[in-house]
C-alpha cells in the first residue's frame, strides 16, 4: 500500500481586505445623502436607503456576472428564419428588473412630488456604482418618456416606460405592462453630426413612414422601441420605431453586429440596416433635433450621474484596501503621501456628485421656473464635459492605489477603467459640449442671468472664489473665440462645483478651492497643501 502524501500548504493567506459587497452604498454616502435632502429628494429617502443596500450587496454580485458573459447576437434560428436576437446572461435581466421596480428608469414620471427627479437621479447613481451596462437602457427609457409625451398618441408607450416593470419577452407591447426603449441617432458618415444622417423617412398611406437606411450605434437593440431619426420629405425628423408591430410581426430592420466595445460589456450596442422598418413621427417634420432636445438634456444629466458614481465606487474601493492592507510597518491609509492622494481623490468625487444633484434639482424645476430651465439648458453640457472628463484619469489613480490588483478582473477596476472614457463620448464628446456652451452663453441671455444668480448667491463667502468668479467673467466678456472653448467651460465647472460645496456648507469646499481654484494644487492627485485635515475628508468620505 502506498503511503499517503504529505499535505504541503504552501502559504498562508494574510494582509488582504475583506470582500467589498455587502455595504450599503445609500448609507456610505455622506455627500449624496445631504445633497438629496439639500436638492429638494427629503421624501423620497426610505426608497433610496433600500435600493443603496441592494446596489451594494446583491445588485453588485450580479455585475460580475453580467460583464463576464457578453451579449450575443443569434441573427437566424435553428430552421433559418430571421430572428436578430440578443441573448444575455440571466444576471443582467435580473439587474435590469430590480432598477425598473425600484424606480431607476420612471420615478420622476410616475411619481408627481417635486423632487422626484432628484430621487431618481440618485437612484441611478447607485445603481450605476454596482453595474453600468444595464444604465444605458435604463437612461434611454428614462429620457426617452421626455420625447414620447409631447404625442398623445403615444401615451401607452410613455406609460408604460416609465412603469416599475420588467418584461424581456420579444412580444408587442400591448402584451406588456412595462417596456425599455433604446435610439438609433447616429450614421457612419456624421456621427455627431446628424444633420447629415442619411436614413430616409418616407411617408405612407395610413400616416406612418417607412424608414430605410442605416444606424452606425443602434443602442440596446432588443428593447421595445428605439427613438431614431431620419430625413422625410420636410427635413431631418424624429419617428418611434417599434421591435415589434402590433400584428405580432417583426419590424423590417437588421442586426448586423453587435459593437466589439471597450466596456459597457454587459449591454449590447449593435450596428443595424432598415429595411423599410415602420415607424411614427414624434413632432414636425423637420424638427428632429428640436423634438429629442428634451431627451439629450435627461441623458447628458446621465452622464454626469454616471461618471460621478464611477468615482465614487473607484473612491470606495481604494479607501476599502487601503484599510485593510498593510505596507512598510502600518496600514496603506497612514502613510501620508498615500493619504494625500486619497483626501485628493474623496474631494474630487465629492464635487462631482453634488454638482451632478445640483442639475438633477434644476431639471426637477425646469418645467414650473424658467431660471432654473435655463440653468439646467447650459450646465448639463458643462458638467456632461468637466465631471467626465476626469472620470477616466480618476480611476485610474484609485487603481494604483490598490496596486497590482486593482489590474485583475476580481476587483472591479479594470471594469470601472473600461466604462470611464464612455460617458465622455456617449451624447456627445467634449468638444461638442462646450461649443454647445458657448452657444448657450452667447445666444440666450437667460441662461448666462441663470449662472449669474447661482455663482453670486455664495460671493463673499470665500476670498479665493471670489477672485475666481471675476476672472471667470472677465473671460466671458471679452467674447471667447471657439479655440478657447474647452478652457472657459473648464474653469466654469469648477466655479459652480466650488459655489455648490460652499452653498452646502461641505466641510471640503475651502480645500476644493484652496486646490483647484486657488493654484495649491499641482498636475496630478495627491498634491494636496499639506495643512489639510485628511483625516477629516476621509472620515467624511466612506464610514
Not at 454616502?29 to 445633497?35: M, N
Not at 468615482?311 to 496603506?332: C, D, E, I, P, V
Request: net charge neutral.
Amino acid at each position: 500500500m502506498t503511503p499517503a502524501l504529505p499535505a504541503f500548504e504552501t502559504h498562508e493567506v494574510s494582509n488582504q481586505p475583506p470582500p467589498f459587497a455587502g455595504r450599503n452604498l445609500w448609507a456610505d454616502d455622506v455627500a449624496l445623502a445631504d445633497a438629496v435632502q439639500r436638492e429638494g429628494g427629503a421624501a423620497f429617502v426610505g426608497q433610496l436607503a433600500r435600493y443603496g443596500g441592494l446596489a451594494g450587496d446583491e445588485l453588485y454580485r450580479l455585475g460580475f456576472d453580467a460583464n463576464r458573459d457578453r451579449p450575443r447576437l443569434r441573427t437566424h434560428d435553428a430552421q433559418g428564419h430571421r430572428i436578430d436576437t440578443v441573448e444575455f446572461h440571466p444576471a443582467y435581466h435580473q439587474l435590469m428588473a430590480a432598477a425598473k421596480m425600484h424606480g431607476v428608469a420612471g420615478l420622476s414620471w410616475h411619481d408627481g412630488r417635486p423632487g422626484a427627479h432628484v430621487a431618481r437621479a440618485a437612484l441611478s447613481y447607485l445603481h450605476h456604482q454596482a453595474e453600468a451596462g444595464t444604465s444605458c437602457p435604463l437612461t434611454m427609457t428614462h429620457a426617452a418618456v421626455a420625447v414620447l409625451r409631447q404625442a398623445p398618441s403615444l401615451a401607452e408607450w410613455a406609460n408604460k416606460a416609465a412603469a416599475p416593470h420588467y418584461d424581456p419577452r420579444d412580444v408587442p407591447i400591448a402584451d406588456k405592462a412595462g417596456i425599455t426603449l433604446g435610439m438609433g441617432m447616429t450614421e457612419k458618415q456624421g456621427g455627431s453630426d446628424v444633420r447629415s444622417n442619411t436614413t430616409r423617412a418616407e411617408l405612407q398611406a395610413d400616416g406612418s413612414y417607412a424608414l430605410i437606411g442605416h444606424k452606425w450605434f443602434f443602442s440596446a437593440p432588443m428593447s421595445d422601441g428605439f427613438l431614431v431619426l431620419a430625413q422625410a420629405p420636410g427635413g431631418l425628423s424624429c419617428f418611434l420605431m417599434p421591435r415589434r408591430l402590433a400584428d405580432g410581426n417583426r419590424n423590417a430592420f437588421h442586426l448586423m453586429r453587435l459593437k466589439d466595445k471597450l466596456g459597457d460589456w454587459s449591454n449590447a450596442s449593435s450596428e443595424v440596416e432598415l429595411c423599410g422598418a415602420l415607424a411614427q413621427r414624434v413632432g414636425e417634420e423637420g424638427r428632429g433635433v428640436a423634438t429629442i432636445i428634451g431627451m439629450v438634456m435627461m441623458t447628458r444629466l446621465d452622464c454626469m450621474l454616471g461618471a460621478a458614481a464611477e468615482m465614487r465606487m473607484a473612491l470606495a474601493q481604494a479607501m476599502h484596501h487601503t484599510r485593510y492592507r498593510n505596507s512598510f510597518g502600518k496600514r496603506l491609509c497612514e502613510h501620508p503621501l498615500m493619504t494625500n492622494v486619497l483626501a485628493d481623490l474623496a474631494i474630487e468625487s465629492e464635487a462631482a456628485t453634488v454638482f451632478a444633484m445640483r442639475v438633477a434639482r434644476a431639471v426637477d424645476q425646469a418645467g414650473n421656473d424658467p431660471q432654473q430651465a435655463a440653468f439646467a439648458r447650459v450646465t448639463t453640457a458643462v458638467g456632461k464635459y468637466w465631471v467626465c472628463k476626469r472620470a477616466a484619469v480618476f480611476v485610474n489613480e484609485a487603481q494604483e492605489c490598490l496596486g497590482g490588483a486593482g489590474y485583475v478582473e476580481e476587483s472591479m477596476l479594470p471594469r470601472l477603467y473600461r466604462q470611464a472614457p464612455l460617458n465622455s463620448i456617449w451624447e456627445g464628446s467634449g468638444n461638442i459640449q462646450c461649443l454647445d456652451v458657448l452657444r448657450a452663453l452667447s445666444r440666450e441671455p437667460q441662461a448666462m442671468q441663470a449662472l449669474d444668480a447661482e455663482l453670486d448667491a455664495v460671493a463673499g463667502v470665500d476670498a479665493i472664489y471670489d477672485a475666481a468668479l471675476r476672472a471667470l467673467r472677465a473671460q466671458l466678456a471679452a467674447t471667447p473665440e471657439e479655440a478657447q472653448a474647452r478652457r472657459i467651460t473648464e474653469r466654469l465647472a469648477l466655479v459652480l462645483q466650488a459655489a455648490v460645496l460652499l452653498r452646502a456648507q461641505s466641510p471640503n469646499a475651502s480645500v476644493f478651492i484652496r486646490s483647484r481654484l486657488g493654484a495649491e494644487h499641482g498636475m496630478a492627485f495627491g498634491t494636496l497643501p499639506t495643512d489639510v485635515d485628511f483625516g477629516a475628508v476621509l472620515s467624511r468620505a466612506l464610514p
